[in-house]
Nanobody, 125 residues
Framework: VQLQASGGGLVQTGDSLRLSCAASGLAFITYHMGWFRQAPGKERDFVATLSWYGASTHYSDSVKGRFTISRDHAKNTLYLQMNSLKPEDTAVYYC???????????????????WGQGTQVTVSS
């Protein structure tokens, strides 16, 4: 199983980025998918999650209204559209897969079966 996150970069406050997470080696449609992030010196935080069928979403309060999680089953890819970026959004962003037999939403790292390698997002002020 491989989750390949990409799309990070260095942007300015107010800019947008779209992260992608390409999944392989698993039945993508049978997994809830999530995004987490970890800033330097801080614990990993939940960002957003999307149910296996794509109809239900859940966001952290810090990103609600600015970020949108989505998935493309034809491409086995998860996305995170990030708008109105702020310096406090700076972190390494990780995608993760959680089997649909587990409860939704999963807002902690526990219960996620697979993790991607992370992509760095840096927002300058």
């Amino acid at each position: 199983v491989q989750l390949q996150a990409s799309g990070g970069g260095l942007v300015q406050t107010g800019d947008s980025l779209r992260l992608s997470c390409a999944a392989s080696g698993l039945a993508f449609i049978t997994y809830h998918m999530g995004w987490f992030r970890q800033a330097p010196g801080k614990e990993r935080d939940f960002v957003a999650t999307l149910s296996w069928y794509g109809a239900s979403t859940h966001y952290s309060d810090s990103v609600k209204g600015r970020f949108t999680i989505s998935r493309d089953h034809a491409k086995n890819t998860l996305y995170l559209q990030m708008n109105s970026l702020k310096p406090e959004d700076t972190a390494v962003y990780y995608c993760a897969a959680r089997h649909r037999s587990r409860t939704f939403p999963g807002v902690t790292g526990e219960g996620y079966d697979y993790w991607g390698q992370g992509t760095q997002v840096t927002v300058s002020s």
